[in-house]
């Protein structure tokens, strides 16, 4: 039993002192880690995707439509990412940005976070970066 001692002392010491760990705050603070004011995009491979957010507008755009389909979004803040919420071809749209390393799959880029896009019954996989946290790696060809 006294050899428990030790590591029951570490794993309560452990509980008592809670860090943000995959940008989930332990105790429950809003994620804050991109400012109001931060542009954010998010983009996405097989299929190709972007969406491109400023000041509560986002601009959906695919190989098909390159120029883009201008849409009002909503931001919320969660405990572990940023959410967008609005309307595409009248059906709903919802993005999510949380903390993560990404790559694309498809180039030497890093990406800062994580993003995900609910349409249209899917579930669209991708990387995001804003203004002040790009990624790394080459430009755009």
């Given at each position: 039993?006294?050899?428990?001692?030790?590591?029951?002392?570490?794993?309560?010491?452990?509980?008592?002192?809670?860090a943000r760990k995959h940008g989930i705050d332990p105790k429950g603070q809003t994620f804050d880690a991109v400012a109001p004011e931060e542009a954010v995009t998010m983009i996405g491979t097989e299929p190709f995707w972007n969406?491109?957010?400023?000041?509560?507008?986002?601009?959906?755009?695919?190989?098909?439509?390159?120029?883009?389909?201008?849409?009002?979004?909503?931001?919320?803040?969660?405990?572990?990412?940023?959410?967008?919420?609005?309307?595409?071809?009248?059906?709903?749209?919802?993005?999510?940005?949380?903390?993560?390393?990404?790559?694309?799959?498809?180039?030497?880029?890093?990406?800062?976070?994580?993003?995900?896009?609910?349409?249209?019954?899917?579930?669209?996989?991708?990387?995001?970066?804003?203004?002040?946290?790009?990624?790394?790696?080459?430009?755009?060809?």
């Amino acid at each position: 039993m006294p050899r428990c001692l030790p590591t029951l002392a570490v794993l309560l010491l452990a509980a008592c002192s809670p860090a943000r760990k995959h940008g989930i705050d332990p105790k429950g603070q809003t994620f804050d880690a991109v400012a109001p004011e931060e542009a954010v995009t998010m983009i996405g491979t097989e299929p190709f995707w972007n969406l491109r957010i400023t000041a509560g507008e986002g601009v959906w755009a695919t190989p098909e439509n390159p120029s883009g389909t201008r849409i009002a979004l909503s931001r919320f803040a969660g405990n572990g990412g940023l959410g967008f919420t609005g309307t595409l071809d009248g059906r709903p749209l919802t993005a999510t940005l949380t903390p993560g390393q990404c790559s694309d799959g498809m180039s030497e880029r890093a990406y800062p976070f994580v993003a995900t896009i609910a349409l249209h019954g899917e579930t669209l996989q991708g990387c995001g970066y804003t203004d002040r946290q790009p990624f790394t790696g080459e430009p755009a060809p």
